[in-house]
């Protein structure tokens, strides 16, 4: 009986064996393949991920990040809105209390920290427009060009005339005394003419450089109310403006602020941007401090903000088709088996990889052959141009003071959606929760006498 239960046992193995078995023949290419990392995925920045990029073996230090960040951000918005102490010292006729002047639109923005942490010291990136620096050069412009043309032009005109009025009182006055004194018969002697002359040469240089101050005076003290204290007023302020950007005057001052929180030595790398609708931080922060003011239209205020964007004229249906056996435009799909440069040089030269992986070689067209490769590594890039804007708004934002439900508006410009992964079947890179490799998302809260609102903002790249 235990001999047939043995045999039954290994027949039925046998039975699992052979239908789990895969008996179909795969014949193998004798062609060698180079590479096998099959198509490149572009890795965004650390930054479109997380804020802080930190390492430590103490994690309790972990824990006061989150505080740390709120903090850096409040100090640093604060530094940016600096300004002068006494009112008088730059001639503003009333004091602008702190309050109203953080609500000013003409100011500098600048986006959240993104801090990256080393060992010896953290590297704070900073995305500013400077639109206060632009209004207060206009200004100076206009004021100045102002005196130059109207006022100076017209005492110097009056200068002229009157200098030559001068001139003929003092040649007349001459002529009279030369008659009263000598008469008509007697004759002056060649050296008493030319006294005569320096003498009254002198007095005109006198009294032509005390008619010159006395216009430099007039000018002065009846302008000095309306034009030339306003130009020292924007004098002042845009050196104030460059000073809070300058690596030897202001900066070191925040650094040893944010030393204390952070622990570690500081490094900015500030960017500063054409337009506040390149970044989330910025156009969101503006949008809420618009819709802030009591006269306020919050459509136009949107449409202002997405009219900025300038997206790149592409067409849409000729990028989101998949075309089938398309030849791969990537040289170093498939010649590589690791595409990190320091395995690749094998003590060769960069310029000789480069030109290797490009098939140039060193002849008169070198300089064509260097922008080739040059433009071929920025079209690489990814996420370089934008492909779409939104902006949302939902909140107490009537005019009046009555029980109103909260309005809600959605605006947008172009797309949001990843065309790599969404139409052409290639593989993005996936960031944590539902945030998306090519976006970025910034949400501002705020408050108004009637109640509180919210402004959201995405921008994708393509």
């Known amino acids: 009986m235990n001999y047939n239960k043995i ?24 062609r060698k393949k180079i590479g096998d990392i099959g198509k490149i995925k572009y890795l965004p920045s650390f930054s479109k991920e997380w804020k802080n990029t930190i390492y430590s073996y103490n994690k309790n230090m972990l824990k006061n990040i989150p505080s740390n960040d709120v903090n850096i951000n409040k100090i640093i918005q604060s530094y940016f809105n600096l300004y002068f102490k006494d009112h008088k010292y730059v001639g503003s006729r009333k004091f602008i209390l702190l309050r109203r002047r953080r609500t000013f639109l003409r100011k500098i923005y600048v986006s959240n920290a993104e801090i990256k942490h080393t060992n010896n010291k953290a590297i704070i990136t900073l995305f500013t427009v400077n639109r206060e620096k632009k209004i207060l050069k206009r200004k100076y412009l206009k004021i100045n060009k102002k005196i130059s043309q109207n006022l100076i032009r017209r005492y110097l005109l009056l200068y002229k005339n009157n200098v030559s009025n001068i001139y003929d009182i003092i040649n007349n006055h001459k002529f009279l005394s030369v008659n009263g004194l000598g008469g008509a018969h007697n004759k002056m002697t060649k050296k008493g003419f030319l006294n005569y002359r320096l003498e009254y040469l002198n007095k005109f240089i006198k009294l032509k450089d005390l008619y010159l101050r006395k216009i430099w005076s007039v000018i002065i003290s009846k302008y000095w109310r309306t034009h030339l204290k306003l130009l020292r007023k924007y004098d002042l302020m845009y050196s104030l403006n460059q000073y809070k950007f300058n690596n030897l005057t202001f900066l070191p001052k925040l650094s040893n602020i944010l030393n204390k929180i952070i622990g570690k030595k500081i490094e900015y790398n500030i960017i500063n941007l054409k337009s506040i609708a390149y970044n989330t931080d910025l156009f969101t922060n503006a949008l809420a401090l618009k819709l802030k003011k009591k006269r306020m239209n919050y459509i136009k205020s949107m449409f202002s903000i997405l009219n900025r964007a300038y997206l790149p004229k592409i067409n849409t249906i000729k990028e989101r088709t998949l075309v089938k056996g398309q030849k791969n435009i990537d040289l170093y799909l498939d010649k590589y088996k690791d595409l990190n440069i320091i395995s690749n040089l094998n003590n060769i030269n960069l310029d000789k990889l480069l030109n290797n992986i490009h098939n140039t070689t060193n002849t008169d067209k070198n300089d064509t052959d260097n922008k080739k490769i040059h433009n071929l590594i920025y079209n690489s890039i990814g996420y370089k141009n934008m492909g779409g804007i939104r902006l949302e708004v939902k909140g107490r934002l009537t005019k009046r003071y009555r029980a109103d439900r909260s309005i809600y508006s959605l605006k947008w410009k172009g797309g949001l959606k990843n065309v790599d992964s969404s139409f052409k079947r290639l593989s993005s890179v996936l960031f944590r929760g539902n945030s998306k490799s090519n976006m970025t998302y910034t949400l501002s809260q705020s408050k108004r006498r009637i109640g509180a609102f919210a402004v959201k903002g995405w921008i994708s790249g393509k």
């Open 7 to 30: 045999i039954m046992k290994k027949n039925l193995n046998m039975k699992i064996f052979n239908n789990n078995l895969n008996n179909n023949t795969k014949t193998v290419a004798l």
